[in-house]
């Protein structure tokens, strides 16, 4: 493991550098419990077990972007999805800056490009005394790996940056590129500026204007998606017209 310190806007970064391990996301929450300071990044070449929401599996062969960061705001538990949403227009930007591609976001965690998912984040949180002592957020980014390197069942919805910008990306620039957008947003969310990050969400994700299905735990919400909510859910408007918020899921689009 090699570890480096990179300095943003006058905040400190400590990256652990790793080559191989089971998923970025443990190994971040180990840290965090055992001390590891706000804005510490865990980052990875190849993950054997990395891992998506629900226990899902995610596939991180070497090449992609595969990291960890342990943050640790003082925030109740409620406010964490705007950590995710943060996240996510954090790697939506740095594709468009680095890549010059035109990402988009599918709420609440897939940013596609092409509509297909290039990038998937997973937010932990470690609670104590009902207080949220720090949170992990997991980043998956299909930098440079082939579409042929990740299994058969994923192929169908993924897509990587390498094969659709036709080069390779270069790694060390996406990485430091995410990482300033990550400490541009923090900083805003550390100082209670969560309308900035509502209103950047609201204008980036797709998924509002489509109609959609989603997935929450035992029910399935079916309707139009008509906008984002001031805690980052989803607004629904069913075919009855009753308009629910949902803030967990699984969500298809269906046209
Ligand atoms: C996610 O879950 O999209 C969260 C992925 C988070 C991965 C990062 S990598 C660094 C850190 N360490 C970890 O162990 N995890 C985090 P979810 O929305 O549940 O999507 C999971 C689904 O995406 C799987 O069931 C597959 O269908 C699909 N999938 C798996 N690997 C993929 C890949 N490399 N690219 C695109 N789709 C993939």
Redesign the pocket.
Known sequence: MKTETLHIAGQKWIIHRYEAV?????I?RRMGLEGAPDRTVIL?EE?R??????T??????RG?????LVLRPEIEARECSKLMAASALAVAETIREVCGLSPSIKW???ILVEE???????LELECCDGRVSFVVV?????LN?GLAE??E??RA????LKDIMGTPVDHERFLRTFLQKCECYYSLFKSGRHDKIVDEWRRSLSTVGRKVRVIVPGETVEGQAVGVGDDCSLLICSVEGETKAISVG?CIHLR
């Open positions: 089971d998923s970025t996301n443990l971040a990875a993950q077990s990395g891992r998506g929401r629900l899902r599996k995610w596939f991180s062969p992609g972007l595969w990291l960890s609440p965690n897939d297909k998912k290039v990038s998937g984040i997973l997991g980043i998956g980014v299909n790996i990740l299994p069942e994923v919805l993924a897509g990587t699984d």
